[in-house]
């Protein structure tokens, strides 16, 4: 943080943040709307019947990894472009001094689009699907868990259960997530920053050799951090916005 500071000021902090506040409606819709349909189509009840007959562990496991896995394919541009961003480490423009590779989100894309065609903004994607597939599937499950330990059979878990349910999911999918979030990470920075890589396994077997195992929980207590808040705040509104329009 210190450094990021120093280097960046204040506005080093938010870089890359235009994009996946524009991608995170539309990711997160994808994510709770298949994840839904799924369950409906898996387990023939609706959301408000499924509190008298909760889904079993397994039907909500393959749900969340089904919405994991088309999520997935939505995030891939706009995760590419927020990676690219955060990694533009060079201080504020000083007169004289070289421009940024990427000028902004729209000016990254149209490079990338340019240099690769459109399968270059997809780089990473398949890291990303490895990513979110079973740790979305972990989410749903840690959230359904708590809330049926903290809730009477047949009620609808309050807005603290779901709060804290929805926090605790957030954090055990990060957990899980972390090791192939960084291999993604250096997917989407190959031949950049980073040195081209032969496939993912190339990727993760010389980072473990060259920076031994810690490596694959880099971000871990940043990412965890931040997971509580934003997925508390997530499953309130999901819930609340079934129960509105349900
Ligand atoms: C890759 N993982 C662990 C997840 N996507 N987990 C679910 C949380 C999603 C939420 N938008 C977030 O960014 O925390």
Redesign the pocket.
């Known amino acids: 943080m210190v450094k990021t500071y120093r280097h960046e000021s204040l506005l080093g902090f938010f870089k890359g943040m235009s994009f996946p506040i524009a991608s995170i409606a539309v990711v997160?819709s994808v994510l709770f709307g298949v994840y839904s349909n799924a369950l409906l189509a898996l387990t023939a009840t609706s959301h408000q019947e499924r509190r008298a007959q909760p889904p079993s562990y397994t039907h909500v496991f393959i749900a969340g990894c089904t919405g994991?896995f088309l999520q997935a394919y939505c995030l891939a541009p706009f995760d590419l472009i927020k990676v690219r961003l955060q990694n533009q480490t060079e201080p504020r423009a000083k007169p004289g001094s070289p421009p940024p590779r990427y000028r902004g989100p729209m000016h990254c894309a149209a490079s990338i689009f340019q240099a690769e065609g459109p399968r270059g903004l997809f780089r990473g994607a398949w890291a990303l699907t490895l990513?979110?597939t079973p740790?979305?599937g972990i989410?749903f499950v840690t959230y359904e868990w708590l809330c049926r330990q903290f809730t009477p059979d047949g009620q609808t878990p309050s807005s603290g259960t779901v709060l804290v349910a929805g926090g605790f999911a957030?954090i055990t999918?990060?957990v899980?997530?972390t090791p192939l979030?960084v291999i993604k990470s250096r997917m989407q920075m190959a031949g950049l920053k980073q040195r081209a890589y032969g496939g993912l396994l190339d990727c993760m077997v010389s980072s473990a050799r060259q920076e031994g195992l810690g490596v694959f929980f880099r971000g871990l207590t940043i990412n965890s951090a931040?997971?509580f808040p934003?997925?508390a705040v997530?499953f309130l509104s999901y819930e609340h916005l079934l129960l509105s329009w349900g």
């Open positions: 997160n994991g990513r979110d740790t979305l989410y957030g999918s990060w899980a997530a979030d931040r997971a934003v997925n997530t």
